[in-house]
Each structure stands twice: as C-alpha cells, then as structure tokens.
C-alpha cells in the first residue's frame, strides 16, 4: 500500500484566507429560518470514549442518546474510529435505528459528520462505520468527484446543519481510478459521462509507477487532492481556521475494513 496507517485525528490544516466566494453567507433571517424549519433544535453532546468495543455484539437498534453525540471534530473523529473498529471486528451496535429514534427525527436532523465517499457498493458509510439514521450526512459520487451539486451539499451540512467533521473517504480497488487510469493509458474515450470522472481523476494520476501500483497510489492521491479542495474553500477554510470543523482524508482498506487517514 501507498497510504500512511495513521488513526483519524484532525490535520491541522492551515486553511486560506476566509474570503467569501462560492459559499457565500446566508443572511441571519434565511439562515435561522433554514434551521428552524429543516433541522429542528441543535443537539450537541460531550463526546465518546475511543475505539470502545463491547465483548460481545449489542442489541440491534440501540440508541446512543443525545446526551453523547458528538459535537467537536475530535469527538466526530472519535466516534467514527470506535465505529470502525466495531465494523470490523463484527460487534457492530447498528445504532439509532429504534422506534424512538426514528419518530424523533420526523422533527429534524443534527448529523455530526459529513462523509463524501464513492458510489462503490462495498463501502457504504452507514456500515463501515457502524452509524444509524440521522448520524451522517453522506455524500456519494464514483472516485469523490466533485461537482456543484457535490459542494453545495457538503457546504449546507457544513454551514446550515454546523455539522463538524467532513470526511473524504475513498477506497481499495476504486473502479472509478481504475478506469481513469486504464483511459489515460490507453487514450480511448470512455462512454457517456463516465468520461468526465475520468476527467476529473486524470490530474491525480501517478505516472510515476506502473499497473496496479499506478492505481493504488493515484487512489491516495485522488483523496488528497479532493481533501485539499474542500478545505481551501473559504467558507469552509474559516469554520476549521475557528476551530469548528476539520476536513480529514482517508481511506477504507476492502481487504480488512480498516478506515486509516492519509497524511
């Protein structure tokens, strides 16, 4: 593998300067009205232990309660880790999935983290991390491409629903990289829009090493640069230069279930 082995943490990211650009400030009335009216009350919690794994697998449908959802991007950080580490070792809890649960989210959502992954079927965020409903706001397009579409909907989890932590998650054995690859080798198009995820991927490629090591490493890369995007978009920039939000990068091994940060 062509990616560092380091526990999720926030990466100290020096952001750009918080000028405002494409996700301009709404006013205080529509952005009040937005909340009120989308999300309910804000419910913000105390944090949770990392990398707790019971001995033996909780009921299905359990509740985390309010009292403890995450509201820091450490504590997000935290959750999601001690979640994949439950993923993996087959002691999932599948949280927040009660009856309660589900009629109190009929009134609003307060997610704590963003997790922009790819479309592959393998790697869905709810699993890998052992989350329920109302727990992420995912986002999912093939290789994490990014669009318009794509950034407003990070932007309103980010600055609408104060959620905390974005996390850019690719993948082992990505298809959509694959393909970039394979295109920019071969210089055949590719049909219909697939093209333009290639397109979006090929600046990522490392043309520095061959086959599947090409592949594996351009995945890292592919991450890393969608990661830095994100976080040089000023309105973002500024919430994590304020210490309310940190970006992270990292990577969902298929061969382990293993969710590690890339540096």
């Given amino acids: ?100 649960v589900r009629q109190t989210l009929t009134s609003g959502q307060h997610p704590f983290a963003v997790v922009l992954g790819c479309v592959d079927s393998r790697v869905p965020p709810e699993l890998v991390f052992d989350q329920g409903l109302g727990d992420l706001l995912t986002v999912r397009t093939a290789g994490e491409v990014l669009d318009e579409a794509v950034l407003g909907s990070i932007a309103y989890g980010v600055l609408e629903l104060e959620i905390p932590l974005v996390l850019v998650l690719g993948h082992q054995s990505c298809g959509a990289v694959r393909a970039a690859v394979e295109a920019d080798i071969s210089g055949e198009e590719l049909p219909a829009h697939i093209q333009y995820l290639a397109d979006q991927i090929a600046p990522n490629i ?21 990661h830095a995007r994100l976080a040089a978009e000023p309105d973002l920039a500024a919430k994590v230069s304020a210490g309310q939000l940190a970006v992270v990068g990292a990577r969902y091994e298929l061969s382990d279930q293993h969710v590690h940060r890339l540096a």
């Fill in 1 to 100: 593998m062509n990616s560092e082995d380091t526990p999720l943490r926030p990466s100290g990211l020096q952001p750009a300067a918080a000028t405002r650009t494409r996700f301009g400030a709404a006013r205080p009335a529509r952005r009040g009205f937005l909340r009120a009216g989308l999300t309910g009350a804000a419910v913000l919690g105390t944090g949770v232990t990392l990398g707790a794994v019971p001995a033996s697998g909780a009921s299905r449908g359990t509740s985390r309660g309010t009292s403890r959802r995450p509201s820091t991007p450490q504590e997000a950080l935290r959750e999601l880790t001690a979640g994949n580490e439950r993923w993996r070792t087959y002691r999932e809890k599948h949280p927040d999935e009660t009856p309660t």
């Fill in 206 to 226: 490392d043309r520095a090493k061959e086959g599947d090591a090409r592949v594996d490493s351009t995945i890292d890369a592919n991450i890393r640069a969608v």
